[in-house]
């Protein structure tokens, strides 16, 4: 049986990995592939590599939030207990928040750079949408939503309007987008049977905030429409965003296991993977 105590089951240059925090991200062993265990491995290995790089690169993490972070930690039963049996020690504590808080200085860094970079690249983002079919849907649904108080509810008859009457009186619409079936039921799933169910124009009420009610509308149906960019956007910025990411966190990994030495217990790690 593998103990989760103070034994160091790897090293990142001088920095141990105990196996107290190995099994501090797994939930239950039993439960887990060797694929998916050495996944877990990486990740650990990647952060405490990014960590020690930016400590060489003086990355400022101040004692007190460390320390801060450590009385936190020690609220928890489970480290509480392993304190108390002598399976951790104060500093392993210690340099667990400090290597998270590094790491986290570092990928906060490269987000930053990536923000920044995609603010010039709206020209890129806009042409993936124009030539992408992702963003197709067949049998689709566009809706619209407006809000009006209880003094103009007059305007209303019969759950119908007259969308030309409102606009007039100072009503403001705004397009909601355009959803199939299954994105329906997602985005409203106390309404999506009425929405499918309803004639084009009438309103469907979605709530009342004091004297405001909120009410939404099909407003038109397709066989096949591409979402609208505005729809789109924030979206394909995550993707840019996401992928850029991956992409420099995968480069600067590859470049810091060639600068940081790194060793392992191969027993424990034999037993670890089930070989």
Do not use: C
């Not at 039963?77 to 667990?96: I, M, P, R, S």
Request: glycine residues 2%.
């Amino acid at each position: 049986m593998i103990k989760s105590d103070r034994t160091p089951v790897l090293w990142v240059s001088e920095w141990p990995l105990r196996t107290f925090f190995l099994f501090h991200y797994i939930d239950d062993l039993n439960l887990k592939s060797s694929e998916e265990r050495m996944e877990i491995v990486w990740a650990i290995v990647n952060k405490m590599l990014l960590a020690k790089d930016a400590e060489v690169n003086h990355f400022l993490v101040s004692e007190e939030m460390i320390l801060k972070e450590v009385e936190e930690l020690k609220k928890q039963v489970e480290v509480k207990l392993a304190l108390q049996t002598e399976k951790l020690e104060e500093e392993d504590l210690f340099l667990f928040v400090k290597i998270d808080l590094l790491s986290q200085l570092f990928i906060n860094q490269i987000k930053e750079k990536i923000r920044e970079d995609l603010k010039g690249r709206e020209n890129e983002i806009r042409d993936y949408y124009e030539k992408a079919n992702d963003f197709i849907l067949k049998d689709a649904y566009l809706l619209e939503a407006f809000s009006i108080g209880k003094d103009k509810e007059n305007l209303l008859s019969e759950s119908f309007f007259d969308k030309e009457k409102l606009l007039k009186e100072g009503i403001q619409f705004k397009k909601i987008g355009y959803f199939d079936e299954k994105m329906l039921e997602v985005k409203f799933p106390e309404n999506y049977k009425k929405i499918l169910g309803n004639s084009e124009k009438k309103i469907i009420l979605i709530r009342e905030d004091n004297d405001i009610k909120h009410f939404i509308y099909l407003s038109g149906h397709y066989e096949e429409v591409k979402k609208d960019y505005e729809e789109v956007e924030e979206d394909l910025k995550n993707f840019f965003f996401e992928h850029s990411l991956e992409n420099i966190l995968e480069g600067i990994y590859e470049n810091l296991l060639e600068k940081y030495p790194i060793e392992y217990n191969e027993d424990f790690f034999n037993h670890f993977l089930g070989d």
